[in-house]
């Protein structure tokens, strides 16, 4: 099986143009993304980007993503107080939001850009 935190780190890289060394990676626990559903985990892995990378990811205007696997994506940033009051996110991407939030008490107030799981199965 490949190393989970360089999966995420290249997945990371395709979706936003940004390339991340999978040593900035930090892990958090790995839940079931819906257990009454599915019996796969996800994952998670946040790390902090630096002034010059939230300014990069911000002024992407291009989409990223494997093209020739017909994917597309964009970057999306938003502070946590709208995502709490709006239906932007689901309760699962919430949620792995502020497990992040949650064990990096100093970004608690900051800018976060949307941050999704990777899954792996197990």
Same mark, same amino acid.
């Given at each position: 099986m490949a190393d989970p935190r360089a999966v995420v780190a290249d997945e990371f890289?395709?979706?936003t143009g940004l390339a991340i060394g999978p040593t900035r990676l930090r892990a958090h626990?790995?839940?079931q993304v819906a257990d009454t559903l599915f019996t796969h985990r996800s994952h998670m %892995?946040? %790390?902090q980007l630096n002034a010059a990378e939230l300014d990069e990811l911000r002024s992407a205007l291009a989409a990223q993503g494997v093209r020739a696997e017909s994917e597309r994506t964009y970057v999306e940033n938003a502070r946590?107080?709208?995502?709490?009051?709006?239906?932007?996110v689901d309760w699962n991407t919430l949620g792995?939001?502020?497990?992040?939030l949650l064990a990096h008490e100093s970004l608690a107030a900051a800018d976060v850009g949307e941050m999704r799981s990777h899954s792996f199965d197990e």
């Open positions: 890289t395709e979706e626990q790995a839940r %892995f946040s %790390f946590l107080g709208d995502l709490l009051t709006s239906a932007t792995a939001i502020t497990q992040v």
